[in-house]
């Protein structure tokens, strides 16, 4: 399953806009875009005001149904981890894995030794198009690096393993936030999560951080 270059979350906590929001992007896709809609409520927003996942679902499928939308949709599973992700397999087929209360937990000196090792030719001056300057890569930023995020990276490794096995893989989009923290990643920590997140084999379409600022 492929999220297309264009997607915009929508949704509400009561259910009652899905139509509204649905035809506004319709007129968007008039003027040449392909934006697909993605329903979105987290967990916490299920508690707030007592519905369920399954009530995501409904409002999609009814909005679509209504406007005979053709494009692609999905049903986001906010903000889950492995403590509360059960309820939203059946009817989700988008996860956002937040694993932001992972980031600067403990990994094995094995598992952060292995991940230096790999990234090995990177050490020096890196060039990444689109940024100007080159990114210095030293091994004190790699350990850095992995002492912040392994973990995270390793715990979104185990929510997609479990989604994978419930769902089967290719089924749903993998998206992974780290964005509810105070401090943001900066691009080169970025850069090194995403390898982190393809070592461990998960194939996150979408990463939300915590914007970086320059200004």
Known sequence: MKLEKFSLGI????????????????KANKHGLNISPVWN???REHTYVHSKPVDVRK????????LGFKGKYFVDADHINLG???PFVESSNFFTLDVASFIGKESSKED????????EKY?????????????VVTKELLERIAGKFLAATQ???????????AKGEGNFVTE?????VESPQTPIDLLFILKMLADKRVPVQTIAPKIYRTF
């Open 176 to 180: 992974v936030s780290m964005d509810e």
């Open 11 to 26: 949704g509400d906590r009561f259910s009652h806009q899905g139509v509204a929001q649905l035809r506004a992007i319709e």
């Open 84 to 86: 509360n992700v059960a």
């Open 112 to 119: 952060v030794l292995f991940f230096i090792d790999s990234c």
């Open 41 to 43: 409520k987290s967990n």
């Open 123 to 135: 050490l020096g001056k890196l060039k990444v198009p689109g940024i100007e300057q080159p990114l």
């Open 155 to 165: 715990q979104a490794a185990d929510i997609y393993d479990f989604l994978k096995a």
């Open 59 to 66: 409002e999609a499928d009814s909005a679509v149904e209504t």
